[in-house]
């Protein structure tokens, strides 16, 4: 309530031009670094006044880290490429057209122009108690609102909840997740590659970050493997409304068929855990058995058996388990 | 004809009160209760704040009387000894800086002795609870026809159903804000809102002052629903005691989060119906029971209970009618006047309940709704004969046609048989809307409206209505343009100035056109007849202006005319007898839906929506109302939903309080029948809220036909359709 709005405090704007000078700039500034990618979870945070950077680098102006090339059957996509050209991307499309319909579902026309595949990866959570400021463990301080006994927690997590109990809300992590792709960090140190199942962060781990960058990294590309090209892809985002909304429970799956059975398979969902989770569970009743609706809806069952719910979110169980199952099944026609 | 002002909208010209610049003007921000109910024992300003920056006003500072004027001077400028509500304002704050003033908001503490809050309106409340009267009822109407108790036993079959429907959020694009200086001895207050006579009345008793050294002026406003009927007021008194103290101009804009918090919302309902019928389905006997929730204050709960009650018996005929309904206190932040002012609840209920009605009897839901819809001669309930000329049947079969509702039943049992997740359904609503004020309310406000002519020959329309998103300014244009057979660019529309404009009374209860419309048609009539030619149109009345001024030097030409109501209409308000309205417009509702039964999400595939309402005057206008009435409704239908705690909404940000957006809604199908209103501006009936009242129920009518199961509370979001529907 007493939050400040529509007013920014002042910082200094850098607008490098490359990789390398924008890593020098991380580096010099540290803690106090801010990276600007679109500027959909920024704008929000500054104008709330909640974070207050020094330095803020605005990678806009970096043409090495934006658009999409073909390499050895799989795709390198620069981490400014904004989401409708992921999502509209005739090579996204054609190969990986899971990737384009979890960039499809991201929030609204205007949103997807402006956002970033790497942004829309590495923001931050919409935990509106942690949104509104408030001092949550997340935010430094020793309790979880959310978790309270009379809190709203509605959207929050049901799986891997470790003292913060807000969800990942990215719709294009499950689709990276389950296509496996890596995520290429840089720093003025160098350079490393994570497995996208790998780059978001527990709250057990490190409650205050929800990816693996360190301040003075950056993500610069992700690259999918042609491993799961033109695989059997299924992806739903449940959400209250149909545009400009974060998901309630996504799946994002690929399976590769042999005979009419399951050869391989990797279903990941989103929305219900503070990181994107790809649910083994289920992909172990998978694998080897036919994708119908009986599998799906044991894969579903197995899936939601460690399932925790807070007080205003028991319907994210069914939930999950219908969108497993659907998934495992395939969307009516 | 062009939008007045469409094209400084499109371009982003038009000044909001957040636009206008100001110069040495300081930034208001309140203090607010953090407790339901209690004694103030202390304001604690923090020592760490330099408060000799800062301009302080607390209830001490209110010259005049420390109440909100409206219809009960119940509600406080600014707490005094004790709070009833979460967000009640406590004290104002102003300075310079916008963010110095906010972050200082946080450096005050209202510490509070709590008392136990009542907090469910459904309840009655223990002895502890006790705050308005003996029993916390803010009004009790009933409304009596015939002998409801020898009927009900009498009848075949008998019955019951409940139904609730949630609290609504205007979501009003541009929130809640004013400014205020002194010019001279004169207070002045400009900004967003729909009423500027009630804003001035309020100013002059809760300042102290003389009318005329009050003025109120009316800025662009960005959306209002209701929400800015009564509540600037509040605002307006605040705004105006910070800027009397600080000797300077002050501005205030409530953030989203706060005007989501602290303003009013549409009135939570809770509605009891024991139907009579006889086994053919026609209705023996209506009893129902309404309890409104008014929240802490009384602010317009009586007025929209009546309005409520007058509609719950739903647009049928019957000859034995009782609605009982109270508004009653908790401790909730005050609810207030929203678009249908009452009747979109009621007529949730019943035509829920007509559904319940057929469904017990095995009768066609279109089929009961045909035999008992009014006819021509017939009364309502309150015993106000319909004869309007209007075809009640006709809207309903027009609807069932464009709709191809038969056809959709039919497709859709196929597509259902075919589909393991997906259900699909259509259900109907049938309904009216009363335009103007209620009863004697028109009578009362007696309304003025004025029209002047300019030397150049233009002519100048003055009335205290607003444009607010809805097309007055076009409408009036349009309407003076054509009785006076002049173009629109002659007509210019005066700022709504309380210094310039007489009372045409306040721009609610879809009454702008119907009432004061026809105000400006006789005004324009007397201005003309002044000219002494009384059928003098265009060019010559043009060119009759011109010379009437070279004649009458300093002189004005104006023309001007106060409401009379139409002959041969009586209302008693004491007995609740008569004619309620001057007029009803009619409406017929289909609507379409797919339920998953996976995610248990409802999308609404189509929505027809056939309306009465006497002439339509622009139909672009027209359309639009509708259209954006039947979103709002949808949204109230399945998304909307307000999330308590204390009595204080804690959902208050767009973020998870979800209106829909344009992939929510299908493309709207709107059509009207025409039956003219003889009082009407030329022809004429109230259009903005009747939209309102018939998509919820038919939202709710569709789920039932997909699922099988029995939306009785509103709105229906998968969790709450979760509960009902348990093979998800």
Known sequence: MAVIRDMMPAFELFRPVSVDDALQLMARHGEAAWALAGGLDTFDWLKDRIKRPEAVIDLGAISEMRGITA?????????????????????????FSLLSMAAFHVATPQIRNQGTIGGNVAQDTRCWYYRGGWPCYRAGGNICYAAAPKAMNREHCILGAKRCVAVNPSDTAPALIALDAQMVIRSAGGERVV????????????????????????????????????????????????????????????MRMSGGRVQDARIVVNGVAPRPVRVTEAESVLIGSPANESIGLAAGEAAIRRAKPLRHNDFKRPLMRNLIRRAIRGQEA | ???????????????????????????????????????????????????????VVDHRDIPGENHVWLIESDQPVLAADSVRHVHEPVVLLAHHSREMVHRAVRSVEVIVDPAPPVLDFRLPPGADGIQHGTDNVFSHIVIRKGDVDAALADAPVVIEGTYETGAQEHVYLENQGMVAWIDGDVVVVKGSLQCPYYVHAALTHGLGRAEDRVRVIQSPTGGGFGGKEEYPSVLALHVALLALKAGAP?????????????????????IRHRTGVDLDGRLLAQAVEVVFDGGAYVTLSPVVLSRGLIHAGGPYACDNVRIDGRAVLTNSVPFGAFRGFGAPQTIFAVERQMDKIAEELGMDPVELRRMNLIREGQ???????????????????????????????????????????????????????????TGGGEVHLSSVAKVEARPDGRIEVLTSNIEMGQGTLTIFTQIASESLGLEPDDVV??????????????????????????LIEKACADLVAKLGDSDLRGPDLKQ?????????????????????????????????????????????????????????????????????????????LARGQIQGGVVQAIGWALMEECVWSDGAMVNNQLTNYMIPTSDDVPPIRVDFLEAPYAHGTGGAKGIGELPVDGPAPAVAAAIEAATGTHPRVIPVTPERLMELYDGA
Not at chain 1, 237 to 251: A, G, I, P, Y
Not at chain 2, 555 to 580: F, I, K, M, N, Q
Request: charged share 30%; proline share 5%; glycine share 8%.
């Open chain 1, 71 to 95: 390499d050895r059957g799989g795709l390198t996509i620069g981490a400014m490429t904004t989401l409708t050209e992921v999502a509209t991307s005739p090579e996204v499309v054609e190969s």
């Open chain 2, 250 to 270: 002050v501005k205030m804009i409530y953030d989203r989060p706060e005007d989501m918090a602290a303003t009013t919302k549409r009135h939570p309902a809770w």
């Open chain 2, 544 to 620: 009759a202006i011109v010379d009437w001024y070279r004649k009458h030097s300093g002189g004005v030409l104006d023309g001007a005319a106060r409401y009379e109501p139409p002959p041969g209409t009586s209302w008693d308000e004491d007995s609740y007898r008569g004619d309620a309205y001057g007029a009803f417009a009619w409406g017929a509702c289909v609507v379409e839906v797919e339920v998953d039964l996976r995610t248990l999400g409802t999308r609404v595939l189509d929505v027809v929506a056939v309306q009465e309402v006497g002439k339509v005057l622009n139909e672009l």
């Open chain 2, 379 to 437: 009364s309502t309930a309150t015993g106000q004969i319909i004869r309007d000329g209007a075809d009640r049947l006709e809207v309903l079969d027009r609807a069932l046609d464009l709709s191809a509702y038969r056809e959709k039943q039919e497709e859709h049992a196929r597509f259902n048989a075919a589909h393991e997740d997906l259900r699909r359904g259509v259900g109907l609503s049938t309904y009216f809307h009363g335009a103007g004020f």
């Open chain 1, 195 to 254: 497995a996208a199942e790998d780059f978001f962060m527990s709250p057990a781990v490190d409650i205050t970050r929800m990816t693996v960058l360190e301040p003075d990294e950056l993500l610069t590309e992700i690259r999918i493997p042609e491993t799961w090209s033109r695989a059997r892809f299924y992806f739903e985002k449940v959400r209250d409304r149909q545009s400009w909304d974060f998901s309630l429970v996504t799946v994002a799956s690929a």
């Open chain 2, 1 to 55: 004809m062009e939008r007045r002002e469409g094209i400084s909208k499109l371009l982003g010209r038009e000044l909001y009160i957040d636009d206008v610049p100001m110069d040495r003007g300081l930034w208001g921000a309140t203090v607010r209760s953090p407790s339901p109910r209690g004694r103030i024992r202390e304001v604690r300003f923090s020592p760490d704040v330099n408060w000799d920056e800062f301009v």
């Open chain 2, 493 to 518: 529309i005066a700022e709504a100035d309380t210094f310039r404009v007489p009372n045409s009374g306040p721009t609610v209860a879809s009454r702008t056109v119907m009432v004061v419309g026809r």
